[in-house]
């Protein structure tokens, strides 16, 4: 099962960077430079940029946004196989895990974008895998990496929340080569003015409970906080009368806006999804977010509301209207308690791939490089 978890995140994150690919932050990204960290920033915001790569709510990240680029253009950088960057992808993925979980909600509470901040582990553990090295030199590597962690929530909605997700997969490959080179780095993560202290964040290795099985595959192209809104109201179907939607409040912390002006901040925007739901059914495919559609931003501005309270789940949501509870969904299609079929997870890789990913990771001794390649990665 847990290898099978891998292997479906993994699948999942191609397919979005192969339909994210032609996206402006991603285009930028490519434009930047052809080096290999350049191509690992650029995969990486390709695969984010959508805002439909697998989500981990206990850390409330995106494991797959950075650890995926990282041992994907790394392993093909190297020659390695599909197997061998899998390997190297599950082992990022995990430790990344393991830090986020630790540091939530302090990260997001403070600002960051955990995505980010806790990023730069997973893509160095990944490739200092595929690098060779020992266990001391994948420590600095981590160390030299934690160096270089940032990213804030004031990107969401904009193109800076991609961009700087691939700027953590390349800042973990950038550690990854100078540990291998001989650098050298004290302890960065705990102590005076370390991780903990300055980011507010607890530092974690993995141990036995896999996040693998405890991972969202996301069956909408926005805010995994926004989800059960969107449920919510498909299940109401009503879109007369004021309207309010309770959430948690980290929810509110994630999705932080109400009227918007962009396609992305669509993607943050709790009374948005719920009004384009209530008149077009739910946001399935990127092309809802492709525009800011007038009568769904005129609905929410007339008649939803959001709420907030503190006994909610973190990814649930209720919809009221005139004071009583109409709807109410714990938790979304994708996530652990409610996993996509696999003929759904099916037709959204061909929804953002088309059939170029059938069967693409089925022969682990297929080079890495020819994956990225029908993904549409292997150059910017």
């Known amino acids: 099962m847990t290898a099978d978890g891998y292997r479906i995140a993994l699948l999942d994150w191609l397919a979005c960077a192969a339909a994210g690919r032609a996206e402006p932050a991603a285009r930028a990204a490519g434009a930047a430079g052809t080096g290999v960290l350049d191509r690992v920033t650029y995969a990486g915001t390709a695969g984010h940029v959508l805002d439909f790569d697998d989500t981990f709510l206990p850390g409330l990240v995106h494991l797959s946004a950075p650890t995926a680029p990282a041992a994907l253009v790394l392993g093909a950088e190297t020659g390695a196989t599909c197997g061998e960057a899998l390997d190297a992808y599950s082992a990022g993925f995990e430790a990344m895990a393991a830090l986020s979980e630790a540091s939530h909600p302090a990260l997001y509470a403070g600002g960051w974008h955990a995505t980010a901040v806790c990023g730069v582990v997973g893509a160095a553990v990944a490739a200092s895998r595929l690098l060779g090295l020992d266990p001391e030199r994948e420590r600095t590597a981590v160390r030299l990496a934690l160096l270089q962690a940032g990213g804030l929530r004031a990107a969401f909605g904009s193109d800076g929340k991609s961009l700087q997700v691939g700027f953590a997969a390349a800042a973990g490959v950038q550690a990854a080569r100078l540990a291998e080179a001989g650098a050298s780095a004290r302890d960065t993560a705990r102590g005076p003015a370390g991780f903990e202290e300055a980011f507010g964040g607890s530092w974690a290795e993995p141990d036995e409970a896999r996040a693998v099985e405890r991972n969202w595959i996301k069956a909408y192209p926005c805010c ?4 059960s809104a969107i ?4 299940a109401h179907g009503a879109a007369d009368g004021p309207l309010v939607v309770r959430v948690h409040p980290r929810a509110r912390q994630a999705a932080p806006y109400d009227d918007v002006a962009t396609g992305l901040e669509a993607k943050f925007s709790i009374p948005y999804v719920t009004a384009y739901t209530l008149l077009h059914g739910p946001p399935a495919a990127p092309e809802a977010f492709a525009a800011v559609h007038d009568g769904a931003r005129e609905l929410a501005g007339r008649h939803v509301s959001v709420e907030t309270d503190e006994a909610l789940g973190e990814a649930e949501a209720v919809l009221l209207a005139d004071a009583e509870e109409v709807a109410r969904v714990p938790a979304a299609t994708g996530s652990p308690d409610n996993p996509m079929t696999p003929d759904r997870l099916a037709a959204k890789v061909t929804m953002l791939a088309g059939d ?23 150059r910017a």
């Open 224 to 227: 995994l906080k926004a989800h």
């Open 231 to 234: 449920e919510v109201a498909a």
């Open 356 to 378: 170029r990913l059938a069967g693409a990771l089925d022969d682990p001794g297929m080079p890495a490089a020819e994956l990225l390649e029908a993904a549409g990665l292997g």
